[in-house]
Nanobody, 124 residues
Framework: QVHLVESGGGPVQAGGSLRLSCAAS????????VGWFRQAPGKEREFVGGITRSISSTYYAESVKGRFTMSRDSTKTTVYLQMNNLKVEDTAVYYC?????????????????WGQGTQVTGSS
């Protein structure tokens, strides 16, 4: 069992930056693919970014490519989502998820463990 906790969300003006953290309590995330997804009101949950467990390759949705960056910390217990040049349309609840089976990082069905989410609210 992996317990994930997201943090770092909040209000931000358009053009600003936030860094979200996804921490696994009591264990390393080095053996898991980790993904970030988001869900805006009235919309389906969508893929934002993913980082693989082996060589930490990263993958991003087209809508965030060039603005968002995922990374792992040196202890491998936390995964970050650095969000720059935020837009109002980035407003959503952001979830991190962990996959121990190395499925597609793009599909939410690949992930076994999910955090509770953190709200990001962009304003113009």
């Amino acid at each position: 069992q992996v317990h994930l906790v997201e943090s770092g969300g909040g209000p931000v003006q358009a053009g600003g930056s936030l860094r979200l953290s996804c921490a696994a309590s009591g264990r390393t995330l080095s053996m898991y693919n980790v993904g970030w997804f988001r869900q805006a009101p009235g919309k389906e949950r969508e893929f934002v970014g993913g980082i693989t467990r082996s060589i930490s390759s990263t993958y991003y949705a087209e809508s965030v490519k060039g603005r968002f960056t995922m990374s792992r910390d040196s202890t491998k217990t936390t995964v970050y989502l650095q969000m720059n040049n935020l837009k109002v349309e980035d407003t959503a609840v952001y979830y991190c998820a962990a996959d121990g089976r190395s499925g597609s990082v793009y599909r939410s069905s690949s992930y076994d463990y999910w955090g509770q989410g953190t709200q990001v609210t962009g304003s113009s």
